[in-house]
């Protein structure tokens, strides 16, 4: 019994010494004297500051183009003459009301590092041509989807990469033979298509139903510039109240009345041919700093510096005075006593006036912006052939018509609700855009989806002559075109698979313009019937898309850097920024 009861012992303390080196390996080792980690361990290497989140491979591609698809689908439902209109709140509570992808994408505050690419190819299709924002993004998605399944299917992204750029410079140079120039030398003949390229722009826009309008109303505005087309030379004012049409186009400067004192109502309100001077010079008596400080002995010398202070501000209003303007404008304040001034001697003042305004003002009327009154000749004055004051809606404006120097004019814009007429101005902005592209770039094609299933159907003949995995990939490629006019017809509530399996067959007949006609619910000659838009807007869109598809694509790791909060606290700590030192068992408190 006594060897039996040892036997068992001697196991027990066996196998509980084999247990407690499995859950302690380094114990033994470190009794002997070896480093732990035994002898075969290599130290670890640190190349990034922890917290580095990193992830890479076909996961992380694919993540980024699953990203991508939910921006698609956030502005997909906008595109088109029946696209729906997004309400979007941000974090102040102020809500904006718009079908404008560009807005859209601006508005959502994305985060996501691939998918802002598609945010920003639409700020600078918006910045470039103005229109086809949401084409953009559309074309962008639509060529990473058709490439996700190639992805999985393990083709190389490189492989795709080219194959998609050649898809690209065939479609170019497709549209630019497609493409049919516009004739400069008839007036009304160019006229009328640039009313129609507005009108195309406008017909998705929140104003289609004043689209004939405002389409002429644009057109003007252009075509008051001078050769060079200066955007900043059209102003845009918004005046609450009154409908769409009331709004006007002005030939000249005009800007809303600024603020004003008592004195006021007592000046003239219209001129004929004034002299204009513009100034960044405050005209009031200045607020002393709260560190001034002035040492008197009596009340002379409190009397010497306050008649010292009325003597600079007359000084300053009667070289005004002296140099026979009418009209005193100036970014900085008029005071009451200027106003008052000013005032009893016939003359128009206005302080605080906008710097855009001030600007257009100036290379309109001629002259310069003094920040001085010590040398105000004729050089430095503006003029005009007219000016007046005059009431619009609730608003008072200032005018100032037969400018000599610039060619400008300014759209008052009216309507109801605040975010209405703000979304007019948008849409104004596209249409305008277009038009001065149309004019400069001198080519149209037919929209509703026309030029992209005649891509399609080019880009499928050429694929055929292709073997290998070029030849599924172009083809992908041209299919992906074909989501233009198939979200134009979802949007429109039509059966998108009838309306593309008609187009095809036309585009197959023969190089045509059919394209969707959103009134008729079918295809019909866009070319025909005035559905245009400058080849700028596709080439730019296509370019765009192909180049951000092919730049997600070509990204295969991602390396997100700590949040800045918790490197900054590590730092202030004495740190290095990527150390660890919170947690348990550091001497922290818990």
């Given at each position: 019994f006594f060897f039996f009861i040892f036997f068992v012992?001697?196991?027990?303390?066996?196998?509980?010494?084999?247990?407690?080196?499995?859950?302690?390996?380094?114990?033994?080792?470190?009794?002997?004297?070896?480093?732990?980690?035994?002898p075969?361990?290599?130290?670890?290497?640190?190349?990034?500051?922890?917290?580095?989140?990193t992830s890479q491979g076909i996961g992380q591609l694919i993540s980024n183009i699953n990203a991508c698809q939910h921006i698609v689908d956030a502005v997909r439902t906008t595109l088109g003459p029946r696209g729906m209109d997004k309400l979007i709140i941000n974090e102040q509570g102020s809500a904006t009301i718009s079908n404008d992808g560009a807005t859209i994408v601006t508005l959502l505050d994305i985060v996501h590092p691939a998918a802002r690419t598609l945010t920003e190819i639409a700020k600078s299709q918006d910045a470039e041509?103005?229109?086809?924002?949401?084409?953009?993004?559309?074309?962008?998605?639509?060529?990473?989807?058709?490439?996700?399944?190639?992805?999985?299917?393990?083709?190389?992204?490189?492989?795709?990469?080219r194959s998609f750029r050649k898809a690209t410079s065939l479609a170019l140079k497709h549209i630019k033979e497609m493409a049919v120039g516009i004739k400069k030398d008839d007036a009304d003949e160019l006229r009328s298509l640039l009313e129609k390229c507005a009108a195309t722009s406008l017909s998705s826009k929140l104003v289609a139903k004043q689209k004939d309008f405002f389409s002429k109303l644009v057109v003007d505005a252009v075509l008051k510039l001078d050769d060079l087309l200066p955007l900043n030379m059209i102003g845009i004012k918004k005046v609450q109240g009154g409908s769409l049409e009331d709004s006007q186009l002005v030939d000249g400067v005009s800007f809303k009345k600024t603020f004003s004192y008592a004195g006021f109502e007592m000046q003239p309100k219209q001129y004929e041919t004034p002299k204009i001077v513009m100034l960044n010079v405050e005209l009031e008596l200045k607020r002393e700093r709260e560190?001034?400080?002035?040492?008197?002995?009596n009340m002379e010398e409190y009397q010497a510096v306050v008649d010292a202070e009325w003597e600079i501000l007359y000084d300053k209003l009667e070289k005004i005075y002296a140099t026979g303007a009418k009209v005193v404008l100036s970014k900085l304040p008029i005071g009451d006593v200027a106003t008052q001034w000013f005032a009893d001697r016939d003359i128009f003042c206005a302080g605080r006036v906008a710097k855009a305004d001030m600007d257009r003002t100036r290379k309109a009327c001629g002259g310069s912006i003094q920040s001085s009154v010590n040398k105000l000749g004729d050089e430095v004055l503006g003029t005009?052939?007219?000016?007046?004051?005059?009431?619009?809606?609730?608003?008072?404006?200032?005018?100032?018509?037969?400018?000599?120097?610039?060619?400008?004019?300014?759209?008052?814009?009216?309507?109801?609700?605040?975010?209405?007429?703000?979304e007019t101005e948008r849409s104004l902005h596209d249409a305008i855009m277009i038009v001065r592209r149309a004019i400069k770039n001198d080519s149209v094609?037919?929209?509703?989806?026309?030029?992209?299933?005649?891509?399609?159907?080019?880009?499928?003949?050429?694929?055929?002559t292709l073997k290998g995995k070029q030849q599924s990939l172009i083809m992908a490629f041209a299919q992906a075109l074909e989501i233009i006019p198939r979200q134009l017809c979802e949007n429109a509530g039509f059966d998108a698979t009838n309306i593309l399996n008609k187009l095809r067959k036309k585009h197959n007949e023969g190089p045509c313009w059919f394209g969707v006609n959103i009134f008729t619910e079918d295809v019909s000659d866009n070319f025909n019937d005035a559905v245009w838009e400058p080849s700028i807007v596709k080439i730019n869109a296509l370019t765009a898309a192909s180049e951000a598809a092919c730049m997600i694509l070509s990204v295969d790791e991602t390396v997100k850097a700590p949040t800045s909060n918790v490197a900054g606290t590590q730092a202030q700590r004495g740190g290095h920024p990527g150390a660890n030192y919170s947690g348990r068992g550091r001497g922290r408190p818990m």
């Open positions: 012992f001697l196991v027990f303390s066996t196998v509980s010494s084999f247990h407690f080196l499995q859950f302690f390996p380094h114990s033994s080792t470190m009794q002997r004297g070896v480093p732990r980690g035994g075969m361990m290599q130290p670890g290497i640190i190349l990034l500051r922890e917290g580095t989140d041509v103005g229109d086809g924002t949401t084409s953009v993004v559309l074309l962008a998605g639509e060529f990473l989807r058709q490439s996700k399944e190639f992805i999985e299917d393990g083709v190389h992204p490189q492989v795709i990469i560190n001034a400080e002035i040492r008197i002995d005009c052939t007219h000016f007046e004051e005059s009431q619009i809606g609730g608003e008072r404006f200032n005018f100032f018509r037969g400018c000599p120097k610039a060619k400008t004019c300014t759209i008052i814009l009216r309507g109801g609700a605040e975010q209405f007429i703000e094609v037919a929209g509703g989806g026309a030029i992209e299933m005649a891509l399609s159907k080019l880009l499928r003949d050429y694929a055929n």
